[in-house]
């Protein structure tokens, strides 16, 4: 994701799986652009790619238990809590657990025509 050729973020579709028809989203924007819409954009983009030209069933995402801003947000485009994962990101010296998060394509296109 670029503002002006600058680039503000990175958001990829990875462990792309075409048997199961599956893939998680991974996105990461630079603080200073958070707040500005770029998230929510290109993560709207990259889930209707998954859908629509890979053919995925089923986006998921790890996200912190802790982040209630990304968990919001991705809550806010349809995605459901799986499960939990105890202590399942190392950062800062410390375990982290996480969410497992997912959305399937019926969902999604539910989320779409309303």
Avoid at 15 to 39: D, L, M, S
Avoid at 47 to 72: G, P, Q, R, S
Wanted: hydrophobic share 35%.
């Amino acid at each position: 994701m670029e503002d002006n050729d600058f680039p503000v973020g990175i958001v990829e579709l990875v462990e792309i799986n075409f048997i199961h028809r599956n893939c998680e989203i991974q996105i990461i924007i630079k603080p200073e652009f958070g707040g500005k819409g770029y998230a929510k954009y290109a993560f709207q983009e990259t889930i209707k790619y998954a859908f629509e030209i890979l053919n995925m069933h089923k986006v998921y995402l790890y996200v912190d238990t802790e982040n209630d801003k990304a968990f919001h947000i991705y809550e806010s485009q349809g995605f459901k809590v799986d499960g939990n994962f105890r202590e399942h990101f190392y950062t800062n010296g410390t375990y982290r657990d996480a969410y497992l998060m997912s959305i399937l394509k019926r969902e999604w296109l539910k989320e779409r025509e309303s």
